[in-house]
Nanobody, 123 residues
Framework: QVQLVESGGGLVQAGGSLRLSCTAS????????MGWFRQAPEKAREFVSA????????YYQDSVKDRFTISRDNAKNAVYLQMNNLKPEDTAVYYC????????????????WGQGTQVKVFS
């Protein structure tokens, strides 16, 4: 029974920064990738970023790769998403995901999901 808990969301002015955290508990033996998806109101959920549990190669959606940075802390079973220069279009619920995906950008490839943390960016 793996549980993922996100934190760090909030309300921020455009141009500001937030750092999202996701902590896994309950055993992570089958997890090779941890990542982030987001879903804005009235829009489909989309891939944001992912990182290998035993590697440093990150994956990013093109629209965020120059502004967001994903990182991990294996000792804490945690993954982080540092979001800089936030824009109103970044407003969404951000979900942490984990599993052994064959393709990191596909939602159906992940086994575990957090409940999400809300990010709102205003001008």
């Amino acid at each position: 029974q793996v549980q993922l808990v996100e934190s760090g969301g909030g309300l921020v002015q455009a141009g500001g920064s937030l750092r999202l955290s996701c902590t896994a508990s309950g055993g992570t033996f089958r997890i090779s990738i941890m990542g982030w998806f987001r879903q804005a109101p009235e829009k489909a959920r989309e891939f944001v970023s992912a990182i290998k549990w035993n590697g440093s190669s990150p994956y990013y959606q093109d629209s965020v790769k120059d502004r967001f940075t994903i990182s991990r802390d294996n000792a804490k079973n945690a993954v982080y998403l540092q979001m800089n220069n936030l824009k109103p279009e970044d407003t969404a619920v951000y979900y942490c995901a984990a599993g052994v995906p064959r393709s990191v950008q596909l939602m159906g490839e992940y086994d575990y999901w957090g409940q999400g943390t809300q990010v709102k960016v205003f001008s």
